[in-house]
Every structure is written in C-alpha cells, then in structure tokens.
T-cell receptor, first 117, second 107 residues
C-alpha cells in the first residue's frame, strides 16, 4: 500500500539559510500534519492542514511557514535556520477530517533529517 | 489534550504478553485514548484507539477502565520487532506526544 512520501530524506544546511521540506500524503488523504522531533526528544506538533486550509497550529516558530496545495501535497518552509532546528521532521496524513471528527488515525512518513551546521 | 503518564521503560520476554499502562486521570468525555509506537527514528505508527469500550485489532488490545482514568495496551505475544517507544495519547484534535514507554523485548 502507498505510504506517506517525504523529500528529501536528508538535508544539510548552514545557519541562516532556508529549507523546504515536501510531503506527499497517502492518495485520497486530505489532511496533512507536520511534526518536529529533536535529538532525544518526543515528536512535537507544528501545524496541520485540511483541504488546503490551516486547521490546527502547534509550536511552529514564526520563521517557519507551511501550505497545502491543490493536489494535497504540503511543503514546510523554514527560513533563517538555527542550529536548534536540527531535527527529524515528520509529515503525517489522514482522511476525511470532518468538522468535530476526531476518530482518525494518522499515517506517518519516514521523516526528513535536517542538519543545520 | 489530557496529560498522560507512562512508565519510562519496561522489559518483556519474547513470546510473552507485554502490558503497558497509562494514566490519564484528567481525560475529558470526548477525548479518545490513542496508542502509537515509534521504532528508533522511524515515523510513529498507529496501533489502536478507544473511547470507552475495550478494543482489539490485529496488533494489540486496549483495555480502558470504567472511569476512563487509565488504560492498558496489551501486546499478546511480544516479538523482538516490538521493541519501540510506546506513546499513550488522550486526544481531541492534534496528537501530543508525551515521554512514552521504552519497551525492550528480549530473547
């Protein structure tokens, strides 16, 4: 079965550079979530989109932005990178996130490992 | 999301049942209990979820106490590949991962 695809899998950037991470959800999934997992830390929710609209917002820094496109893929844009942004970034997707519907499982991608030097 | 409390680590012998407890004493009526696991540096994997009733699927069973203040995830026959961090999440909307339980399955 098709899974969530993330690209690139590994990315190395310098401080103050920008990075763009991409996420391709499972076909027919309309909701995308982004998580950040620092070294030795637990995953932290950043932001989510449903039908191309931001649906929930977590601890996403102002330097980061994200969007979901008409084909449901999503991009996380990170600017003015800092050493502390080095982490695994996971994207997850789910289907049919109806208003008030909470009984949906999220399927996670393999992650993008971002290293900021 | 309600706060959850799990033991930091547990050991289990291969082939035996692994029972992972979780306390969620502040859970509200519309919050489901979800269990995910994360094998080293891989994306978290959904296991099971429930609201009030006990649930079972091909991976595990979920036992929720009548007052919903705690639950137990049961892996009936643990294998080495079940070694992972297991997260219990009381959720209404987004997933909030706590510290989880590191389950080590040994031969």
């Amino acid at each position: 079965a098709a899974g969530v695809i993330q690209s690139p899998r590994h990315l190395i950037k310098e401080k103050r550079e920008t990075a763009t991470l991409k996420c391709y959800p499972i076909p027919r999934h309309d909701t995308v979530y982004w998580y950040q997992q620092g070294p030795g830390q637990d995953p932290q929710f950043l932001i989510s989109f449903y039908e191309k609209m931001q649906s929930d917002k977590g601890s996403i820094p102002d330097r980061f932005s994200a969007q979901q496109f008409s084909d449901y893929h999503s991009e996380l844009n990170m600017s003015s990178l800092e050493l502390g942004d080095s982490a695994l970034y996971f994207c997850a997707s789910s289907s049919s996130r109806l208003a008030g519907e909470t009984r949906v499982e999220q399927f996670f991608g393999p992650g993008t490992r971002l290293t900021v030097l | 999301d309600a706060k959850t409390t799990q033991p930091p680590s547990m050991d289990c012998a291969e082939g035996r049942a692994a029972n992972l407890p979780c306390n969620h004493s502040t859970i509200s009526g519309n919050e489901y209990v979800y269990w995910y696991r994360q094998i080293h540096s891989q994306g978290p994997q959904y296991i099971i979820h429930g609201l009030k009733n006990n649930e079972t699927n091909e991976m595990a069973s979920l036992i929720i106490t009548e007052d919903r203040k705690s639950s137990t995830l049961i892996l009936p026959h643990a294998t080495l590949r079940d070694t992972a961090v297991y997260y219990c999440i009381a959720r209404y909307s987004t997933l909030t991962f706590g510290k989880g339980t590191m389950l080590l399955v040994s031969p």
